[in-house]
């Protein structure tokens, strides 16, 4: 079998990428939503891989993995990476999760970012409303994450939160980062306390939190909270765009609380991480199959976290209908240091109409069953998809 095209299409402003090969079998994959401009970089990597065995998926790998970079440039190898164990999953008529070693559970949790809701800010009571939300959420997620401080609009939204010059049109998604006043900690502090007393026990609640702090507010946050049992607090140091990793910074934090700090989904290849889990500089780490290379190389991360005690739960924020389909392949096989993945909440509903694979979202008591369909399981329908191609994207399906 040979590759013979690579195409990538924007689709509601998600890159959807699609490898043919000569014997008339398609693999999919798609990058996460809010990068566009990734399209002319998957297809500067089309002459590196058309002509190759896509079944030989680590061989046809190595010919482009040194393209890839520190998300969002890690973006266009994984998902290549992702099409090609679609190829040989549909090859072989076995789900993905076979190829990789077979499923060790039947059904993979998954947890819900809760984005802002229209006409919410971030006082006390947005955040007990954000937790109501939750729980009423018809897919019965029983776990939550909830964005604030440096990785939401609190920096903007509350008076002098921090030390820093507020940035209302910045370059780059989270931009700001410094010292916090003893009011912003005091507000930031309230807000979760009432979001997770709002959840109750019955529900896991974790916190998106940068990156921006500087290690003492970090470690000062951490600690403040530990009666709440978080799951997490996330990328308080590093994370989000930010191309390097400073484990030595986080050890200046992870080991001083009980509160669990987790980091990762930026990070591009198993290397990468090798730092970060051989010094336990936290204690869950978050790699996204789209960014981080592939889900090959996001089991590997697992397995090798595993043997350093550290917890597994994968990033997906924004990676479409096909990123969910390969967290769920993927985490089926993981070791018991998976928690849960982040469920790609943003994307329309109408990608369930121009797919087959699922029949609506599958979330059913904040779990999933993992499917036996071969591949990723899910598949695009041309004559429905075709309407939401842009006029330069006409041929995709061609």
């Not at 970012?113 to 997620?141: C, M, N, Q």
């Not at 960014?291 to 990676?319: C, F, Q, R």
């Not at 096989?333 to 109409?353: G, K, M, Q, S, V």
């Not at 999933?368 to 075709?386: F, H, Q, W």
Request: proline share 8%.
């Amino acid at each position: 079998m040979k590759i013979t095209d690579l195409k990538c299409a924007v689709i509601a402003s998600s890159p959807v990428l699609r490898i043919t090969t000569d014997e008339g079998i398609t693999g999919w994959s798609q990058i996460e939503t809010p990068k566009p401009y990734l399209q002319p970089i998957v297809l500067q990597l089309k002459d590196w891989i058309v002509g190759q065995n896509p079944l030989h998926v680590e061989r046809v790998m190595r010919r482009i993995r040194v393209r890839g970079g520190f998300k969002p440039f890690g973006s266009a190898v994984s998902a290549i990476e992702i099409a090609l164990w679609d190829i040989a999953g549909k090859a072989a008529g076995l789900p993905i999760h076979r190829l990789l070693g077979g499923k060790v559970r039947d059904q993979v949790r998954t947890y819900r970012t809760l984005y802002h809701e229209p006409g919410t800010k971030h006082t006390v009571a947005d955040y007990v409303r954000w937790a109501e939300i939750a729980k009423s959420l018809p897919e019965k997620f029983t776990m939550f994450k909830l964005p604030t401080s440096f990785h939401s609009s609190m920096v903007r939204d509350v008076p002098d939160f921090f030390y820093g010059e507020v940035q209302h049109d910045a370059p780059y998604p989270y931009p700001h980062r410094g010292a916090m006043t003893e009011n912003g900690m005091k507000h930031l502090i309230e807000c979760v306390t009432a979001a997770k007393e709002a959840l109750g026990s019955s529900y896991g609640m974790a916190v998106d939190a940068g990156p921006g702090y500087l290690p003492n507010d970090a470690l000062r946050f951490a600690k403040a909270v530990e009666h709440l049992n978080l799951m997490w607090i996330e990328d308080m140091i590093t994370g989000d765009y930010v191309p390097f990793v400073n484990p030595d910074v986080y050890r200046e934090v992870t080991p001083h609380t009980t509160t669990p700090i987790h980091t990762g989904e930026q990070i591009y290849l198993r290397q990468n991480y090798k730092p970060l889990i051989e010094s336990k500089a936290v204690k869950v780490i978050g790699p996204d199959p789209c960014d981080v290379g592939g889900i090959a190389e996001l089991k590997w991360i697992a397995e090798y976290a595993d043997l350093h005690g550290i917890s597994m739960a994968p990033h997906g924020t924004a990676n479409g209908i096909f990123g969910l389909a390969s967290l769920i392949q993927v985490c089926a096989t993981l070791p018991d240091n998976y928690i849960a993945f982040e469920y790609p909440a943003r994307f329309e509903p109408f990608w369930y109409d121009i797919t087959e694979g699922f029949d609506g979202v599958p979330v059913r008591n904040g779990m999933i069953d993992v499917p036996d369909r071969p591949g990723l399981g899910v598949n695009l329908i041309p004559e429905k998809a075709k309407k939401y191609l842009s006029e330069g994207d006409a041929g995709f399906f061609d």
